[in-house]
């Protein structure tokens, strides 16, 4: 132990010699503060949620399929459509995010690549469902106002038995453009849905899933 000691010493005598002049200066510290994302979707957000067949003149009161089960629940349910049509969805979503991003963040909206009949197995891969700027208790949209439709998804939909427990996987690959732009921290952003019917859609249950991320900036 003595020689362990005695070495230890001499080598600080040799890194350490007398007269050192010590140094001082400034020191740059930085750091990246990880980004913290947190938001919430409501779908059927407000009272009088629902789709609307696109009709001239006065349009028919919204209404919905069985799966909406009650505002700010279930899913967004066209009901009974018919092929060749097109209906607007009221209140579909409503999408609201928290983040630590002084800057803002960017909302994407990405549906999937078919639309898939789980009564016969069949799909349709044509662009079917749009979306339109909503407020969050009233809109002036109809089915006519033209709607913004959503990138597709870069692979097929995987599965799934519901929205809720066993929802269907889709392949994101890349970031689409953004269907939103937020130049704050925080932000409400709200939606209604267009479903232009495929003529050549067969009798069935369709779904479609949509896709939202946020990111920021």
């Known amino acids: 132990m ?3 000691v005695f070495a230890v010493a001499a080598m600080i005598a040799v ?26 979707l409501t779908p059927n957000y407000n009272s009088g949620y629902g789709s609307v067949l696109a009709t001239f003149g006065t349009q028919p009161a919204p209404t919905h399929g069985p799966g909406a089960t009650g505002v700010g629940s279930g899913t967004v349910d066209f009901g009974k459509t018919l092929a060749g049509d097109t209906y607007l969805y009221k209140y579909a979503a409503h ?8 800057t803002g963040f960017y909302v994407y909206g ?6 898939m009949n789980d009564s016969d197995g069949t799909s349709l891969s044509e662009q079917a469902i749009y979306y339109l700027p909503s407020g969050a208790s009233s809109d002036s949209n109809t089915g006519f106002t033209p709607g913004l439709p959503f990138a597709t998804t870069s692979g097929l939909v995987s599965g799934g038995s519901d929205s809720i427990s066993d929802p269907a996987l889709i392949t994101y690959m890349a970031y ?3 269907i939103s732009i937020a130049n704050s921290a925080n932000g409400d952003f709200y939606y209604d849905y267009q479903f232009k019917v495929p003529p050549e859609a067969t009798a069935g249950n369709y779904y479609v899933w949509i896709v939202y991320t ?3 900036k």
């Open 15 to 40: 890194l350490s010699p007398a007269g050192a002049v010590s140094a001082s200066g400034s020191v740059n510290v930085q750091w990246h503060a990880v980004p913290i994302v947190n938001f919430s």
């Open 95 to 102: 999408v609201q995010v928290t983040t630590n991003d002084p």
């Open 2 to 4: 003595m020689g362990a």
């Open 110 to 115: 990405e549906a999937a690549a078919q639309m």
């Open 176 to 178: 689409p453009a953004p």
């Open 214 to 216: 946020v990111v920021g």
